[in-house]
Structures are given as structure tokens and as C-alpha cells.
């Protein structure tokens, strides 16, 4: 569980964006270096360098468009639990994990409460849930 957010600790320092940073910065300097003391050679290791740091940069930004879809997910369904059950079952709602949030999505608005009920009175894991949805309800919107 992580530390509690207070105001000396809120502030966000995305290390997986500064680790991708200084892949990207070393890999630009070492085709550099490599490009000037070798001129009109092929360069492989610039070159891989440069394509490793494209790469951090595709892996870190799939994971923030990741999160910052299931904290759509979990707003999306925080109303939509509200709309179905009432205030109760946002609180419910809020003592899921996220995982488990994003599966109970899938379940039609007829099933979504009892399998809310289930999942946190049977401690169902995600992919319960979803075996559980008889009614499938299509996610066609997530990247």
C-alpha cells in the first residue's frame, strides 16, 4: 500500500517519464558522438540506440494512456453506479480495486449491482467478474 498523500509528498515525479528521458538523451548524444567520430560510416550502435529510446518513449506512453483510461473507467462507473443503485454503492464501488473496477464495466446495468455485491462480498477477482457477466456489455472505446 502506498504512503498516504499529504501536501510534503502530492507533488508527481513520473520517474518512468525521467528514466525514458534519459534513455532518449543518452541515445541522441552517443549517435552524435558516434556520427561525428565516424562520419560516412553506417552507425548500428547510434542507430539502435536511437531505436531503443523510440521504444522507452511507445512503452511509457502506452502506460500513461493506460491509467489515465482506467481513472476514466473508474469516474465512468462511480456515475454509473450511482445512477443504478444509489450513493451506497459508490462506496462499495471505492473499496474495489481498479482491475476489478474495470471488469465489473463489461456487465449490463441489469447485472452490474449484484456482480458489484459479489465482488466484494466473494472477493471475486477481475477475471471472475467477467466470466460471471452473462449479458456482455462491449468495450468498444478503449485503445
Known amino acids: ?6 501536501y510534503a509528498n502530492h507533488a508527481h515525479r513520473p520517474t518512468l517519464f525521467n528514466a525514458g528521458a534519459l ?16 562520419p560516412g560510416v553506417f552507425l548500428p550502435l547510434g542507430t ?5 529510446a523510440v521504444g522507452c518513449a511507445l512503452a511509457i506512453g502506452r502506460v500513461y494512456i493506460t491509467r489515465l483510461q482506467d481513472r476514466i473507467i473508474k469516474l465512468e462507473m462511480r456515475e454509473r453506479c450511482r445512477s443504478l443503485v444509489g450513493p451506497q454503492a459508490v462506496a462499495d464501488l471505492q473499496r474495489l ?8 464495466r463489461f456487465a449490463s446495468d441489469a447485472e452490474m449491482p ?10 471475486l477477482a477481475p477475471d471472475a467478474i467477467k466470466r460471471a457477466i452473462v449479458s456482455w456489455r462491449p468495450d468498444d472505446d478503449r485503445t
Open 1 to 6: 500500500m502506498p504512503e498516504p498523500q499529504t
Open 23 to 38: 534513455a532518449w538523451f543518452g541515445a541522441v548524444i552517443a549517435f552524435a558522438v558516434a556520427a561525428f567520430a565516424y
Open 48 to 52: 539502435l540506440l536511437v531505436l531503443v
Open 97 to 104: 480495486e481498479t482491475p476489478h473496477i474495470v471488469a465489473l
Open 114 to 123: 449484484g456482480l458489484l455485491r459479489r465482488a466484494i462480498d466473494e472477493g
